[in-house]
Nanobody, 127 residues
């Protein structure tokens, strides 16, 4: 059974940092692209960052220069380092994969193409 479990969410001040983790089980991480989506109240779920099986990355314009996605295949874990946090980053963050090596679906914000989702971890940025 494939499971994705997010952790690391919480509260931060504007300008602060958080690191999210996505631990995968039931599959070998190496072959797949993994990405992060987020959803704020009243908003559509949007793609944030993605990392391909080859290590290539994609970031939404709203987080470029602030968020960094990485992966540790040996630990079957994907990370999202979030720096320079803004109140607009407040949302539930979800880890997902569409079962391909590439970030194409993430870059086009096709959440409906994802095969597996975590349950989410909340992030709140406020002063």
């Amino acid at each position: 059974q494939v499971q994705l479990v997010e952790s690391g969410g919480g509260s931060a001040l504007p300008g602060g940092s958080l690191r999210l983790s996505c631990a995968a089980s039931g599959l070998t991480l190496d072959y797949y692209a993994f990405g992060w989506f987020r959803q704020a109240p009243g908003q559509m779920r949007e793609g944030v960052s993605c990392i391909g099986s080859d290590g290539s990355t994609y970031n939404a314009d709203s987080v470029k220069g602030r968020f960094t996605i990485s992966r540790d295949n040996a630990k079957n874990t994907v990370y999202l380092q979030m720096n320079s946090l803004k109140p607009e980053d407040t949302a539930d963050y979800y880890c997902a994969t569409d079962g391909t090596p590439y970030c194409t679906s993430f870059s086009y914000n096709r959440a409906y193409d994802m095969d597996y989702w975590g349950r989410g971890t909340p992030v709140t940025v406020s002063s």
